[in-house]
């Protein structure tokens, strides 16, 4: 029942505004995910719905969201439904002025002290529950903040008060300060930072120090997070270098409260992504080189190199790539690219061909094909396993822009894969998909067949999705 | 009963939305007010980020339809919602893609949340009134051409 009456209460508030406040602006948007798979001789069933509305009266503006999940996490056995309104928010917005009370999500210079967010393919949600207070103008951004942050799982913490100040003397530069106080980890922590950037024409640098002060229980000496980014451009040759040293600075475990730059490339394909390095700020060195160079007139060729260790030098992480795009002929864009990634001893080379054919107006055709070899070591048994390879396939055609056709395939002949499925099965994922866009902003995804579970990641943080065999229902609207 | 009630709003409510102000900082150090530049010409605003292949393919359209359409003096607003982790990408993609648009930074997604959006990328295009006339999520080939009835369609009635 007690979803019943949220959900009612979002619908009569849509309702309502749209039809009886004309002045009110209204915007909103829902999605539904609903899975029904096979294990074993059960079948489970996931579901989850987020339900958010955002109301605009000339400078007020309100904003809900409701979710529900079953199971309240994933690979949770809990069978009840977690649900609630999960956001409520009351703002005032000026040109200048932006004030709000209730939840809110928030980023001080890149993350060192604070950053607070959502990340709804993983399952992440760090937002605060307080007050926060900003202005801007040309010269100045000012924010100010105070509130009882949540951790990814909902669980409440230590509230905090923060605040943070730029100057912006000439567009080219801005010098900015950021402090938070905490009871993490001890009572009256006081973290800071101090930032820089300049931004020219043919290139850029951004860099902030950030420590720890003020508190007895804690070395001073060894609390301290650098980042530094810096861009050149010569002629059409394009170079990116960012740089992370981060000891002792994770404010709390699993990173409620800041979550700084990874400094590890974001790579676009599902084979590299499930070997993505996860961040640590509390124990963190390494950085990252790009270059991107047309090498025939749009031709665009990137090189990339990444590498991450410890203070202990016990986890090293390498990260090459290389990516070039082209047309040819001019109907098809090709994306070429190869990646060595290597977990201390864990290496993994993957090649990936990609082409999009634009058929006609109406219709084109997209192709990937991934391919990794994997050599690992059992460190049980400090013995080398002979490698394996993994193959991705995927194939879409979209039919207009409003319908697509998809098949997606894996194989494997790795032996040593743990939960899924057992040793000796047909390593085999197959699933087709569906996809169509009705009424301009609702869009239906159909899946059926079988897809490989495990790590998800995006920007350092993973999750693990449970495998599929079934199918998978996603509806998504914007109103 | 949500989606059905969210798919009823939308099919019922012919009337068009104004585009909701905003400000933000571009990738050249200047703010950029949206209402400050509505009634100067159609705008095109697009939500990306550096990690999105689709927002690529889009915005490759884009690069071609600013060209066409340079002389109605047409917008294009291309809001990057990459976060802290990727924000250092976001000069050197535009400047290697040869993005010729106006390019803002919504690392914190205080826009991308004021919209309501739920992916990348996303797109609106905005008459001189600040009234949303097309809205779109996604990009799969075809779209651009329904952009730009509608962006002609925009031109004829002014």
Redesign the interface.
């Given at each position: 029942m007690p979803v019943f009456y949220e959900?009612s209460f979002?619908?009569v508030l849509?309702?309502t505004s749209?039809y009886s406040i004309e002045d009110f602006?209204?915007?909103?948007?829902?999605?539904?995910h609903y899975t029904v798979s096979q294990k074993d001789d059960s079948l489970n069933r996931f579901f989850e719905?987020w339900?958010?509305?955002?109301l605009?009266y000339k400078k007020i503006g309100i904003?809900l969201r409701?979710e529900a999940h079953l199971p309240p996490s994933p690979g949770d056995f809990n069978l009840e439904t977690r649900h609630g309104i999960s956001l409520r928010t009351v703002s005032f917005q000026s040109?200048?002025i932006l004030v709000k009370a209730g939840h809110f999500?928030?980023?001080l210079g890149?993350?060192l002290t604070l950053?607070t967010?959502e990340k709804?393919e993983l399952g992440w949600d760090t937002r605060i529950d307080g007050l926060f207070f900003k202005f801007?103008?040309?010269k100045v951004d000012l924010k100010l903040l105070g509130g009882i942050p949540y951790a990814a799982n909902g669980s409440k913490y230590d509230p905090l008060e923060a605040g943070e100040i730029s100057f912006?003397p000439?567009?080219?530069v801005?010098l900015g300060a950021t402090m938070v106080i905490t009871d993490r980890p001890a009572p009256n922590s006081y973290w800071e930072s101090l930032y820089f950037s300049l931004?020219l024409p043919f290139g850029?640098i951004?860099a902030e120090y950030a420590s720890q002060t003020f508190n007895e229980f804690l070395d001073a000496d060894t609390a301290k997070a650098l980042y530094a980014?810096s861009?050149l451009?010569i002629k059409?040759l394009?170079?990116?270098a960012?740089f992370k040293y981060y000891m002792d600075y994770n404010l709390n475990e699993g990173m409620v409260y800041n979550?700084?730059?990874?400094v590890i490339r974001?790579h676009?394909y599902t084979l590299q992504n499930r070997h993505q390095y996860i961040s640590n700020p509390d124990n963190e060195l390494g950085f990252l080189v790009?270059a991107?160079?047309?090498v025939i007139q749009?031709n665009?060729l990137t090189v990339s190199y990444g590498y991450s260790t410890n203070k202990n030098n016990t986890i090293k992480y390498h990260d090459l790539y290389t990516q070039v795009e082209f047309q040819f002929p001019q109907t098809v864009?090709w994306?070429l690219s190869s990646g060595f990634q290597k977990e201390n001893f864990n290496r993994h080379i993957t090649m990936v061909l990609n082409p999009?054919w634009?058929i006609n107006?109406?219709?084109?055709l997209k192709v990937e094909f991934q391919h990794q070899h994997t050599a690992v070591n059992d460190f049980e048994n400090y013995e080398k396993i002979p490698k394996f390879y993994t193959q991705y396939y995927s194939g879409t055609l979209?039919i207009?822009?409003?319908i697509?056709v998809s098949l997606f395939a894996e194989t494997t002949t790795d032996n040593y894969i743990q939960g899924d499925f057992k040793i000796g099965q047909n390593r085999i994922w197959l699933g087709g998909e569906l996809s169509l866009?009705f009424?301009?902003?609702?869009?239906l995804t159909f899946f059926a067949g079988t897809r490989r579970g495990g790590k998800n990641c995006?920007?350092?943080i993973c999750k693990n999705e449970p495998a599929l065999k079934g199918v998978e229902l996603k509806?998504?609207?914007?109103? | 009963?949500?989606?059905i009630?969210?798919?009823k709003?939308?099919?019922e409510?012919e009337e068009k939305?104004?585009a909701?102000d905003f400000?933000l900082r571009g990738?050249?150090?200047?703010?950029y007010?949206l209402s400050e530049n509505i009634g100067k010409g159609p705008i095109i605003i697009n939500f990306w980020a550096?990690?999105c292949?689709p927002c690529y393919?889009e915005m490759k359209e884009l690069k071609r339809i600013y060209g066409t359409y340079s002389n109605i003096n047409l917008q294009i607003l291309s809001i990057s919602i990459d976060?802290?982790?990727?924000?250092?990408?976001v000069?050197?993609t535009v400047?290697?893609?040869?993005y010729p648009f106006t390019v803002l930074l919504d690392?914190?997604?205080g826009v991308y949340?004021?919209?309501?959006?739920?992916?990348v990328p996303h797109i609106f295009l905005i008459d001189k009134n600040g009234i949303i006339i097309?809205?779109?999520?996604?990009y799969?080939?075809?779209?651009e051409?329904?952009l730009e009835e509608n962006l002609q369609a925009i031109i004829k009635n002014e």
């Open positions: 959900a979002i619908a849509i309702i749209v602006n209204v915007v909103g948007n829902n999605e539904f719905e339900a958010s509305v955002s605009l904003d409701y040109r200048h999500y928030t980023t890149r993350g950053r967010f709804r801007q103008n040309d912006i000439h567009d080219i801005q931004n850029s951004y980014a861009t451009f059409d394009s170079l990116l960012e979550n700084p730059p990874s974001e676009f790009e991107t160079y047309p749009d665009l864009h994306i999009e634009n107006d109406n219709y084109s979209g207009y822009s409003n697509s866009t009424l301009e902003s609702h869009n995006t920007t350092g509806i998504t609207s914007s109103f | 009963m949500l989606i009630i969210a798919i709003v939308t099919a409510t939305k104004k909701r400000t990738l050249n150090g200047k703010n007010i550096t990690w292949l393919s976060d802290v982790k990727t924000l250092s990408k000069k050197m400047r290697s893609k040869k690392s914190n997604r949340k004021k919209y309501q959006l739920s992916g097309y809205s779109h999520k996604g799969k080939k075809g779209d051409k329904i």
